[in-house]
């Protein structure tokens, strides 16, 4: 199986400010997703990154992966107390037959 | 369009009764997932479906067995609950595994 490895595991940051979180992983991957949680839900997409895909945005959120590094990170910009929530990334190769999901980085935006 | 569905909300059992989790989606999925999250924690693949008429284990499976009953829907059975088993229990679908996965509400359940 393949796991994604976030860190910081806990961020605090002021609210208008960036915020960056990394992932970590151990194979060649076909693709990398980010989920965002808040408090007590289900986990929510945020974007799809291919493995043949260097950037991607999605409004406040831009999402980095080099391939050769074995890492990508997530930047929002920005930020708001809205984005207060744990985020995971989940790599994926066909490879392997599932997805298992990291620990995630718990964000704190201070109003 | 409902998107994942998940019954019950919450649910409070007894060391060593049975209780069956049910999910579903509304999406034309073909896979689906059972996960568990203890407080602090993040998420554990439970078992999965990749497609109808196939399931596999994840990382933690002991205690727990599932039926793919048709395409839409995922249940998740405990025969005999533990309070080890208190938890957060999440299901989720994708189109394919490995593409994204969108998640129910969740189910609150509390073995005493």
């Known amino acids: ?111 | 369009n409902a998107g994942v569905t998940q019954t019950p909300k919450f649910q409070v059992l007894k060391t060593g009764q049975s209780m069956t989790l049910q999910c579903a989606q509304d999406m034309n999925h073909n896979s689906m997932y059972w996960y568990r999250q203890d407080p602090g924690m993040g998420l554990r693949l439970i078992y999965y479906s990749a497609s109808e008429g196939t399931t596999d284990k994840g990382e933690v499976p002991n205690g727990y067995n599932v039926s793919r009953l048709n395409k839409r829907e995922f249940s998740l059975r405990l025969e005999s609950a533990a309070p080890s088993q208190t938890s957060v229990y999440f299901c989720a679908s994708s189109t394919y595994r490995g593409e994204t996965q969108y998640f129910g509400p969740g189910t609150r359940l509390l073995v005493l």
């Open chain 1, 1 to 111: 199986s393949q796991q994604g490895e976030e860190d910081p595991q806990a961020l605090s940051i002021q609210e208008g400010e960036n915020a960056t979180m990394n992932c970590s992983y151990k194979t060649s991957i076909n693709n990398l997703q980010w989920y965002r949680q808040n408090s007590g839900r289900g986990l929510v997409h945020l974007i799809l990154i291919r493995s043949n895909e260097r950037e991607k945005h999605s409004g406040r959120l831009r999402v980095t992966l080099d391939t050769s590094k074995k890492s990508s990170s997530l930047l929002i910009t920005a930020s708001r107390a809205a984005d207060t929530a744990s985020y995971f990334c989940a790599p994926f190769a066909t490879s392997y037959d599932k997805v298992i999901f990291g620990p995630g980085t718990s964000l704190s935006v201070i109003p």
